[in-house]
């Protein structure tokens, strides 16, 4: 099953980033400039690590800047 913007908004919720924030973030925007910092992109990395069994830390920094990049990169490592 391929991984949605919505299940990593979901993940984001769970991992403790707030809700109204959450709500507010647009898929193809970096996450920096919406108000997310650079303690939040770890905690997402390694939830979406634990969840999807894919190593997302290393290419985090690289080329995970939006919601829609980790969308796609989940979906191209997952197996």
Known sequence: ???TAADILDLMRNVGI???LVDELKPDVPLLQQG???ID???IAFAAEKKYGVD???AES???RTI???VA???ENMQ
Request: net charge negative; no cysteine.
């Open 1 to 3: 099953m391929a991984v």
């Open 18 to 20: 707030e809700k109204e």
């Open 36 to 38: 997310l910092d650079s």
């Open 41 to 43: 992109l770890p905690v």
């Open 56 to 58: 997302v830390f290393n």
């Open 62 to 64: 690289l080329v995970l």
């Open 68 to 70: 829609d990049d980790l």
């Open 73 to 75: 990169f989940l979906n």
